[in-house]
């Protein structure tokens, strides 16, 4: 049955992930019409598992879902590989829904249905989905966002609230479904962020355009978080760490949050990291909030690459 939406994933030396993502959607009790898979500079490895799963050419998954491949020499981060899926599919006519779907994660068999006639039921320009973790605990789905701070949190499923309203800010990038109306208005997802806060970008900008959001609890995709990043653990990596704080602060001042809020925020952050004995961190985060330049020379420094040329 031909579902009008088409799936995108993006791997990053996840191939083994990515595969079995694929195989997880190949079991849905309504199909996508085409997965994109955008890889991003993962190497010859990768490269290699995805031929042997699934040939070469014009591939097709076992229940015969047509797979496109885009091969990148460079590491765009999330927002523009996403964003090439997402212009590959027009150029090929496809003019439906699109789920940006983390490669990381097993969606329930009616994950995809679920999903979609949420989005078709609430007219919502961008939809989320329940996510579990591995072991099947509530991890979210959604987010609110401080007011003034602009830190960020996930939204837990209160237990007395199986099908209720509850409300959030926008939507986690893990499971993005988005209507071509938002696709068409709104525009492509914001590439100045490499990886974290872009998802959080484009539901405030959305927003703007007059589009509500929805959150589609019957929709379950269990989420094997941060299995490239470690963005997670107790410690997180030092580029992350850097990122995540450059990115809270970088949208802060483009959504207007008081200055003084988030200032305040991200002092509080540097307390934390000095507890943590993370204190090294805070010049290069300083550096990069301070200069584009230093931004886009971080990034290239850590094996990745943005193009955007209003950085």
């Not at 995108?8 to 959607?25: E, G, Q």
């Not at 460079?74 to 829904?97: D, E």
């Not at 994660?105 to 995809?112: D, S, Y």
């Not at 989005?119 to 329940?130: P, V």
């Amino acid at each position: 049955m031909n579902s009008g939406l088409s799936v995108i994933l993006v791997n990053y030396k996840n191939a083994d992930k990515t595969i079995s993502c694929i195989r997880a959607l190949d079991n849905q009790s309504l199909l996508p019409d085409c997965i994109y898979i955008i890889d991003n500079a993962s190497g010859t490895a990768d490269r290699e598992k995805f031929e042997n799963a699934f040939g070469t050419g014009l591939a097709q998954s076992e229940r015969g879902i047509p797979l496109q491949w885009i091969w990148n020499e460079q590491n765009l981060g999330f927002a523009a590989a996403c964003n090439q899926g997402i212009r590959l599919s027009q150029a090929c006519g496809f003019k439906g829904y699109i789920w940006l779907l983390n490669n990381d994660t097993q969606p329930e068999a009616n994950a995809l249905e679920n999903i979609l006639k949420k989005a078709q039921e609430t007219e919502a320009g961008i939809t989320g989905s329940l996510i579990l973790d591995a072991r099947g605990n509530v991890s979210g789905g959604v987010c609110r966002i401080h007011p003034k701070f602009a830190s960020v949190r996930r939204v837990k499923v209160p237990a007395d609230s199986a099908t209720g309203e509850i409300p959030f800010d926008y939507v986690e990038g893990s499971s993005f479904l988005l209507s071509p109306e938002c696709i068409n208005k709104a525009g492509l997802l914001p590439e100045d962020y490499f990886l974290y806060f872009e998802e959080a970008d484009y539901c405030t900008k959305a927003k703007q355009f007059g589009f509500k959001m929805a959150w589609a609890r019957d929709s379950i995709v269990y989420h094997d978080i941060a299995s490239s990043t470690k963005s997670e653990s107790r410690h997180v990596p030092f580029f992350i760490d850097c990122l995540m704080l450059r990115n809270r602060i970088h949208f802060a001042k483009k959504y207007g949050f008081p200055k003084w809020g988030y200032t305040l925020g991200l002092l509080l952050s540097f307390v934390l990291r000095i507890k943590r004995g993370e204190w090294k961190h805070i010049p290069k985060i300083l550096s990069i909030i301070r200069s584009k330049a230093n931004y886009k020379k971080f990034i290239l420094q850590n094996g990745g690459f943005i193009h955007d040329e209003n950085l």
